[in-house]
T-cell receptor
């Protein structure tokens, strides 16, 4: 079955450590996204990528970094510069192509990151 | 002002009730619109796309008014299983292709 896989489901880290969240999709989707959700809040866009080797900052990119070396993979690194990293992180993909904007997002199950 | 604004909620309704959620967006160049459902501590899942002509899927009806920059979701004959948070999503524009913006969500609780 096609889908988006995020791992791990739960992640615990000490303050000051960088941590990388994995996101893999086998849907052959062009576009991939990372969102952050805090309790009782909506989703906020961190980074997105419409094509391999290219990505754009979202609304809250500070303290995060991404790479898009393969179409299937879009890992997110939460760096020690991120002031409040504890959150629910959601990866998504869409069958987006240049000039086509009506493809919905498909989400992975998410990673809950706790930094103490 | 937020790019996408939803009714604050929460909505608490009895089974069988009809409930409507509203959503407004600020970018008039936005291209596509969706409603997602999110259960507690889970990922959002697509409920339905929203088309200019309006569209219906069983008990759910979505409407789009581009002139007023307004989206709505109507749920008829509410079920206990409809209890969730409903997210309005506005996607893309000619100057901001590839970006989806989410509303903060409206929480619905359907009671017996």
């Amino acid at each position: 079955d096609g889908g988006i896989t995020q791992s791990p489901k739960y992640l615990f880290r000490k303050e000051g450590q960088n941590v990388t969240l994995s996101c893999e999709q086998n849907l052959n989707h062009d576009a991939m996204y990372w969102y952050r959700q805090d309790p009782g809040q909506g989703l906020r866009l961190i980074y997105y990528s419409q094509i391999v080797n290219d990505f754009q900052k979202g609304d809250i990119a500070e303290g995060y970094s991404v790479s898009r070396e393969k179409k299937e993979s879009f890992p997110l690194t939460v760096t020690s510069a991120q002031k409040n990293p504890t959150a629910f992180y959601l990866c998504a993909s869409s069958m987006e192509a240049r000039g086509v904007y009506n493809s919905p997002l498909h989400f992975g199950n998410g990673t809950r990151l706790t930094v103490t | 002002r937020k790019e996408v604004e939803q009714d604050p909620g929460p909505f608490n309704v009895p089974e069988g009730a009809t409930v409507a959620f509203n959503c407004t967006y600020s970018n008039s160049a936005s291209q596509s619109f969706f409603w997602y459902r999110q259960d507690c501590r889970k990922e959002p899942k697509l409920l339905m796309s929203v088309y200019s002509s309006g569209n219906e899927d069983g008990r759910f009806t979505a409407q789009l008014n581009r002139a007023s920059q307004y989206i709505s979701l109507l749920i008829r004959d509410s079920k206990l299983s409809d209890s969730a948070t409903y997210l309005c999503v506005v996607h893309g524009s000619y100057t901001n292709a590839g970006k989806s913006t989410f509303g903060d969500g409206t929480t619905l609780t359907v009671k017996p």
